[in-house]
């Protein structure tokens, strides 16, 4: 039997030295994205703020919302589209009970679903099948596992840059934990 070394030019050894590489380089992927992403929240956040200020000072939603509701009343287009729907839905109805299309729907979804059904249990038991959904399924949970982890470490920063924006700003740092 031969000995691997580290200079062995078999796949297993390689692929052993890959997936160390790879942790270090998925490590930094996470750092980079969850920065990334810490940073455009605080940016998002007092973006919005700040235009949540400035529709105050100028009473944009409220200016709009009153034009809105002023025409409206002016051409009665609530009304119309209330007694259009009303219309619709009877027509609707008349020509569901006459054709009996919600009936005849239901049936084609019944065995429809029943075919799904039994053509999934016969695929299932298949090895092939069933070994590639298996793969398939640890990989998600892989991916999951990673996304859950950037973003833990999104939150760790976020949580770091505002409290060194607001020490910045001379504010005292309060524990979100601690409720008035």
Not at 61 to 72: E, G, I, N, Q, R
Request: charged share 25%.
């Amino acid at each position: 039997m031969a000995s691997v070394g580290p200079d062995c030019l078999c796949p297993q050894a390689a692929e052993n030295k890959n997936l160390g590489n790879t942790g270090s380089a998925v490590q930094k992927a996470e750092d980079v994205v969850s920065s990334m992403l810490a940073k455009g929240f605080i940016l998002g956040k007092d973006a919005l703020s700040r235009a949540k200020a400035l529709d105050e000072k100028h009473q944009f939603t409220s200016t709009a919302s009153a034009k809105v509701v002023s025409l409206d009343q002016k051409i009665g287009l609530s009304e119309k589209i209330g007694m259009g729907a009303t219309v619709v839905n009877d027509k609707v109805k008349e020509m569901d009970q006459r054709f009996q299309v919600s009936e005849k729907t239901k049936s084609a979804f019944t065995v429809a679903e029943k075919t799904v059904s039994d053509a999934g249990s016969t695929i299932m038991k298949n090895r092939h099948v069933l070994t590639g959904v298996s793969w398939v399924t640890g990989a998600f949970n892989k991916v999951t596992k990673a996304a859950g982890e950037v973003g833990q470490k999104t939150k760790e920063k976020v949580i770091e840059e505002e409290h060194g924006k607001n020490t910045a700003e001379g504010y005292a740092h309060v524990h979100s934990s601690e409720s008035p």
